[in-house]
């Protein structure tokens, strides 16, 4: 059997932010194989790579419409299974090399292939779920680091310099408290009609981010490093716990229509 990663991550919390401080050593246990740029998808008894998964959804997309117009994991998951029932792994194969041959712009091939890439970043771990981090939780890391307020708040020709005080900031903070409040800044920064203002936010939450001019800078940026590029992984154990983990690559089947599409300018911002 292929050797899989497994890193050790230690997961903490920011004493104040929810109680004491606590400490818990999180095996973080990729399911890539080495050499593979993506995880398989684990689907029933089965585990499908990323081409199967858009090949799989791409077989169902007359029933997609029928799901909610951002549908779960479990709900794709579903249609996966139900695809295998009708068409068998063979028919897989076949969807596969039908999607393929489709334009880059065709609407139903670039569903499948986003939705794909979405299953194999959520399943990027063992007994866990992953997404990116979030805007939230960007803009927390970001407040808990050294980075200076400026004039500028967007990322371009400074995201190393940003990612390096975003880990920064990861790492003081600890991923659960990251997790935790990350909402918190959603219901600050909100559409206007739905905002919270601050002093009615959660202690802990105002405890952290008291100083609203750094605070609206580190969501600005949080913001504009959204769509810069990949984000890190916020990670949530079946058992309980939060990590942050890897940076996945962009969706290729994205790359290549922005490339072929889109002027030069903008590739760096479609993640």
């Given at each position: 059997m292929p050797a899989i990663r497994v890193e050790l991550r230690t997961e903490q919390s920011m004493r104040g932010a929810d109680g004491p401080e606590q400490v818990s050593d999180l095996p973080l246990v990729e399911r890539?194989?080495?050499?593979?740029?993506?995880?398989?998808?684990?689907?029933?008894?089965?585990?499908?790579?990323?081409?199967?998964?858009?090949?799989?959804?791409?077989?169902?997309?007359e029933t997609l419409p029928d799901l909610p117009?951002?549908?779960t994991d479990v709900e794709l998951l579903k249609a996966l299974e139900r695809a295998l029932?009708?068409?068998g792994l063979a028919g897989l194969e076949e969807a596969r090399q039908e999607l393929?041959?489709?334009p880059l712009d065709d609407r139903a091939a670039s569903s499948a292939y986003s939705r794909a890439y979405r299953l194999c970043v959520e399943h990027w771990y063992t007994d866990a779920l992953s997404a990116p981090l979030t805007a939230g939780e960007l803009t927390l890391a970001l407040y808990a680091s050294d980075i200076k307020v400026t004039r500028g708040r967007s990322v371009d020709n400074r995201l190393a310099e940003v990612?390096?005080?975003?880990?920064?900031?990861?790492?003081?903070?600890?991923a659960r408290t990251l997790a935790?409040?990350?909402?918190?800044?959603?219901?600050e920064f909100d559409h206007p009609a739905y905002?919270?203002?601050?002093?009615?936010?959660?202690?802990?939450?105002?405890?952290l981010m008291p100083d609203e001019r750094r605070r609206r800078f580190c969501h600005d940026l949080a913001v504009s490093r959204q769509w810069a590029a990949p984000r890190p992984l916020m990670v949530m154990f079946d058992a309980g716990g939060f990590a942050v983990g890897a940076t996945p690559p962009e969706c290729p089947r994205r790359v290549a229509f922005h490339r072929a599409y889109l002027p030069k300018s903008t590739l760096g911002r479609a993640a």
């Open positions: 890539r194989r080495v050499g593979e740029a993506f995880p398989c998808v684990p689907v029933g008894s089965l585990e499908l790579t990323r081409e199967q998964v858009a090949a799989g959804l791409y077989a169902q997309r117009r951002h549908p029932d009708t068409v393929e041959a489709l990612d390096g005080h975003l880990m920064e900031g990861v790492a003081r903070l600890g935790l409040l990350g909402d918190e800044v959603g219901r905002r919270v203002p601050f002093g009615e936010l959660s202690e802990q939450y105002q405890a």
